[in-house]
């Protein structure tokens, strides 16, 4: 799995966010991932108006990406790691930085 396609993935995941649509954004979750969810959603900006990413990069086996979402009064670094899974790339965890 290369860093431009889950790049492309992890911006399409955080339009999703910005747009609003969580349930989009979810089906890039893995079980695991959706567990580690909830905390990081509590830290994002309400209504998130924009999404970075601001960096890609290969960790051994795995893909991190930190994306900024942007609110009116505040921000939130969200650091995922994604990883092929069934020949997908899918976010296996996640926390805000």
Do not use: C, F
């Not at 747009?19 to 909830?38: F, I, K, P, S």
């Amino acid at each position: 799995m290369d860093e431009s396609t889950v790049r492309e993935h992890a911006e399409a995941h955080g339009q999703a966010m910005a747009g609003g649509d969580v349930n989009r954004a979810a089906q890039d979750l893995t079980e695991d991932a959706r567990v580690q969810a909830g905390p990081v959603m509590k830290a994002l900006p309400r209504p998130i108006t924009s999404a970075e990413v601001l960096d890609v990069r290969t960790d051994a086996e795995v893909v991190v990406v930190n994306i900024l979402y942007s609110g009116t009064d505040s921000k939130a670094t969200v650091e995922s790691r994604w990883a092929d899974v069934d020949g997908k790339p899918m976010i296996v965890g996640l926390q805000t930085i």
